[in-house]
């Protein structure tokens, strides 16, 4: 982490490249808080995605043909194995120019029952994935505003955090 930034052209070109590589990701966190709103309302240092599982190969191709490089797994990081090879299901990639991918994966179910795939798994609201917003001027696809809310308890949130759900609530 530190104190690169991830500008919007750079998160927008990120989403469309992966989305390019047949890859299905969804923006969340500081930027999906942004593309709902369309608009940008603070500096982010990366670039927060949840990925379908059996779009990790693909992900991990396109990001490493890019020159991101594995900066570490989260806790919750449980590993899956996919045509004979393993790939993380929460970590974050990192460029040597600073840039950052935060991903975490999920399973979708034949109901559309949205679930992140770590060792502690748990579900989202149904309609998780059909959130729409815009970066940099680019239509995204990104979490729903009913998301990123359950997405944020839980657990001690920083002030830029709090200042993003408030925005959220007076959109």
């Known amino acids: 982490m530190g104190d690169s930034i991830m500008t919007a052209l750079d998160a927008a070109e990120l989403v469309l490249g992966l989305r ?3 890859v299905r990701c969804w923006v969340m966190g500081g930027w999906g808080i942004d593309a709902l709103l369309r608009r ?7 670039l927060d995605l949840l990925v379908r599982v059996e779009d990790l ?11 991101f490089e594995r900066r570490y797994a989260w806790e919750e990081n449980q ?17 040597e120019d600073g ?9 979708v179910d ?12 748990w579900d ?13 001027g680019r239509r995204v696809n990104c979490v729903t505003r009913a ?12 002030q830029k955090h709090r200042d993003d759900l408030s925005l959220l609530d007076g959109s």
């Open 20 to 22: 390019n590589a047949g």
């Open 40 to 46: 940008e309302t603070r500096p982010h240092h990366d």
């Open 57 to 67: 190969p693909a992900a991990n191709a396109w990001l490493r043909g890019e020159g």
């Open 79 to 95: 590993p899956v194995r996919i045509a004979k090879q393993v790939y993380d299901t929460a970590f974050v990639d990192g460029h």
């Open 99 to 107: 840039r950052e991918v935060d991903v975490h994966a999920v399973e």
């Open 110 to 121: 034949v109901h559309t029952q949205v679930r992140l795939a770590t060792t502690d798994p």
């Open 124 to 136: 989202l609201p149904a309609d998780t994935l059909t959130g729409v917003g815009v970066i940099n």
């Open 147 to 158: 998301a990123q809310v359950m997405m944020h308890r839980g657990y001690d949130l920083p």
